[in-house]
């Protein structure tokens, strides 16, 4: 089945960029989005690509994807303390209406 | 955007009870509603795939007479945890799907979650 896959932890300082990146396994994926969950809320749609683009980007977040390799990354620009939360990557295929989610990334901002 | 909330936000039960969890989308028709079960520190899995006027899709290893859905309207979907237990403990979270927006995607749409605690 599908597998996306994310590091767990990212600490960066204020004012830093932040990169968190994602790799995924199915060829077919379409969509791929990231999504923000803050402690204890629901997700937050940050920013999606559709699968025939390698970079979108919109205000201070700036999507990679290399679909060859399957990776996907998320640059912050200018990373805020209010950037501080759980960052996960999904990925959907046309055949499939459910997300598949990595595991999400924890990302520190030190003031 | 679209919004979708869920109720109750957290609850507390005793182990044996039934608790029911709703899912609303409010200002749109969703079809389609999904639900989601998250454990601390993991990512989200999908439970259900649930279908307004028919029965929901269940995932693999998700007993769908534990966790019943009803999807009784296009804009409300139903999670009850039947006789729950504290292995079922979790933060479940639903989401709603729109199609047909431009460039022939559609998305989905989360609520906020609801903390279920079973003691």
């Known amino acids: 089945g599908e597998d996306v896959e994310q590091s767990l932890f990212l600490s960066v300082r204020e004012g830093d960029s932040s990169v968190i990146n994602c790799t995924y396994t199915?060829?077919?994926?379409?969509?791929l989005y990231w999504y923000k969950q803050e402690p204890g809320a629901g997700l937050q749609l940050l920013t999606y690509?559709?699968?025939?683009?390698d970079m979108k980007q919109d205000q201070r977040l700036t999507v990679l994807l290399n679909k060859k390799d399957k990776h996907l990354s998320l640059r912050i620009a200018d990373t805020q303390t209010g950037d501080s939360a759980i960052y996960f990557c999904?990925?959907?295929?046309?055949?499939?209406?459910?997300?598949?989610f990595g595991s999400g990334t924890r990302l520190q901002v030190q003031p | 955007g679209a919004v979708v909330s869920q109720h109750p936000s957290r609850v507390i039960c005793k182990s044996g009870t039934s608790v029911k969890i709703e899912c609303r989308s409010l200002?749109?028709?969703?079809?389609?509603m999904f639900w989601y079960r998250q454990f601390p520190k993991q990512s989200l899995m999908l439970m259900a795939t649930?279908?307004?006027?028919?029965?929901?899709?269940?995932e693999q290893g998700v007993e769908k007479d534990k966790f019943l859905i009803n999807h009784a309207s296009l804009t409300l979907s139903t999670l009850t945890v039947t006789s729950a237990h504290p292995e079922d403990s979790s933060f479940y979270i639903c989401?709603?799907?729109?199609?047909?927006?431009?460039?022939?995607?559609?998305?989905?749409?989360f609520g906020p979650g609801t903390r279920l605690t079973v003691l």
């Open positions: 690509i559709f699968s025939n683009m």
């Open positions: 200002d749109f028709q969703a079809t389609t």
């Open positions: 649930s279908n307004e006027g028919s029965k929901a899709t269940y």
């Open positions: 999904a990925e959907r295929d046309m055949g499939r209406r459910a997300l598949t």
């Open positions: 989401s709603a799907r729109i199609r047909g927006l431009a460039g022939g995607r559609d998305e989905q749409f």
């Open positions: 199915d060829s077919s994926s379409t969509y």
